[in-house]
């Protein structure tokens, strides 16, 4: 089974653009968070989508937005970048069938901006 | 609120020792999860081990073993008779039960190198 692919690996952007990252779940997976890791603070949970509803939302800026599409895939999208959004973006899927269903990670995106 | 506390930063050992990495939680609920997650240079993070709240055994998978003690809201993890594979950084995360549960809070991880 293929695990949690993302895409792009690799994303340099300026300042004030935008950026859309993608996600591609386990295969019958129905759960896609995102988080973001930088060296200052760590592992964030940005937010979670399931059955193409946001379900949780971390406590991160309305810059940052995602959705989820019928086949669970799932986007991100950064407006207006700031330096400090430089960071690995990591998406996680899971069955959530249960609550205590495990996440399983993507190798992430790491985005930096300049 | 929710926080995980991982107080070691930086551990490093020599093969073959054994050593603990430390994860101490806090949460108002009476039902939450804990995992433990390896991250190597690749980046990707590797599911390790879930618990419940309810089920305090100690589980323990070859080389590794954890320690659940919700007396003093520990989830500890260790590595015996280490291998230089087993360098990476190590995540400790909690979820609360309630909308899927699916909202990890991570520790701030445990950078764990194993010298030959």
């Known amino acids: 089974k293929a695990g949690v692919t993302q895409t792009p690996r690799y994303l340099i952007k300026t300042r004030g653009q935008q950026v859309t990252l993608s996600c591609s779940p386990i295969?019958?997976?129905?759960?896609v968070s995102w988080y973001q890791q930088t060296p200052g603070q760590g592992l964030q949970f940005l937010f979670e989508?399931?059955?193409?509803?946001?379900?949780n939302k971390g406590n991160f800026p309305g810059r940052f937005s995602g959705r989820q599409f019928s086949n669970s895939r799932s986007e991100m999208n950064v407006s207006t970048l700031e330096l400090g959004d430089s960071a690995l973006y990591l998406c996680?899927?899971?069955?959530?069938?249960?609550?205590?269903?495990?996440?399983?990670f993507g190798p992430g995106t790491r985005l930096t901006v300049t | 609120a929710q926080k995980v506390t991982q107080a070691q930063t930086e551990i490093s050992v020599v093969e073959k020792e054994d050593v603990t990495l430390d994860c101490v939680y806090e949460?108002?609920?009476?039902?939450?999860?804990l995992f433990w997650y390896k991250q190597p240079p690749s980046g990707e993070l590797v599911f390790l081990i879930r618990?419940?709240?309810?089920?305090?055994q100690n589980e323990i998978s070859g080389r590794y073993s954890w320690n659940f003690q919700k007396s003093t809201s520990s989830f500890n993890f260790t590595i015996t008779a280490s291998q230089v594979v087993d360098s990476a950084v190590y995540f400790c995360?909690?979820?609360?039960?309630?909308?899927?549960?699916?909202?990890?809070?991570f520790g701030q991880g445990t950078r764990l190198t194993i010298n030959p």
């Open positions: 618990r419940n709240s309810f089920d305090e």
């Open positions: 949460t108002r609920d009476t039902t939450y999860y």
């Open positions: 295969s019958g997976h129905r759960s």
């Open positions: 996680a899927s899971s069955l959530a069938l249960r609550e205590r269903d495990e996440q399983y």
């Open positions: 989508y399931f059955s193409e509803t946001q379900r």
């Open positions: 995360a909690l979820s609360e039960k309630g909308q899927g549960a699916q909202k990890l809070v």
